[in-house]
């Protein structure tokens, strides 16, 4: 049974900073991994989509990793700013369908 | 072109009463996968319907169902309601539900039950 685990579990920084979050999973035979951000009581907004024969995908700020092999994958935020507090969370898709298999999440505090 | 949308946001209810929620899925969305997410389980998901028909499920009791109508909106359904169904129902559409398609969530329904 697929397990996925983000690490850490919160994290507190200042404005400016540049910042990873891990993510990392028991079984390797992925389609994809999907980086999300939910905001307090909100719905989850699509960051990112890697497939599972890409390395990485970038988006603005944002630029996630994929290593399939050891189970891993980053999130690196640059220069961070308040509006990006939010908890991130990882899934990963093991099957031909997309059901998501989720981490807990990363509570992120970006302070100005 | 419109999100993922999901009617009531709210609901409180008591414990031994049933529920039905709703999900709208993007257009042109043939897949929709519904998810509950807790303080303490996290996102679990519950089942994921494409065409009219279930082809997941999770590992929920038969309290929890649901259904798809020709125009790919789906409901959830749970029957006599308990103190631990409180949580955040969320759905999400992608086009045929395979997996290397991006999933779109809706802004979920915040289940209170007392």
């Known amino acids: 049974k697929q397990e996925v685990t983000q690490i850490p579990a919160a994290l507190s920084v200042p404005e400016g900073e540049n910042l990873v979050l891990n993510c990392s999973f028991t079984?390797?035979?992925?389609?994809?991994l999907q980086w999300f951000r939910q905001d307090p009581g909100k719905g989850l907004t699509s960051l990112l989509l890697?497939?599972?024969?890409?390395r990485e995908q970038t988006s603005g700020r944002l630029n996630a990793s994929l290593d399939k092999s050891s189970g891993r994958s980053t999130l690196y935020i640059a220069a961070s700013q308040p509006g990006d507090s939010a908890t991130y969370l990882c899934a990963v898709t093991d099957s031909g369908y997309s059901t998501l298999t989720f981490g807990k999440g990363t509570m992120l505090l970006v302070s100005p | 072109k419109a999100g993922v949308t999901q009617t009531p946001r709210y609901l409180i209810k008591t414990r031994g009463q049933q529920v039905t929620l709703s999900c709208s899925p993007i257009?042109?969305?043939?897949?929709v996968s519904w998810y509950q997410q807790t303080p303490g389980q996290g996102l679990q998901f519950l089942f994921e319907y494409f065409s009219e028909t279930q082809r997941n499920k999770g590992n929920f009791p038969g309290r929890f169902s649901g259904r798809q109508f020709s125009n790919s909106r789906s409901e959830m359904n749970v029957s006599t309601l308990e103190l631990g169904d409180s949580a955040l129902y969320l759905c999400a559409s992608s086009f045929s539900g395979e997996g290397q398609e991006t999933q779109y969530f809706g802004p979920g329904t915040r289940l209170l039950v007392l």
């Open positions: 079984d390797s035979a992925i389609y994809n």
């Open positions: 890697i497939q599972s024969s890409q």
């Open positions: 257009s042109g969305h043939r897949s």
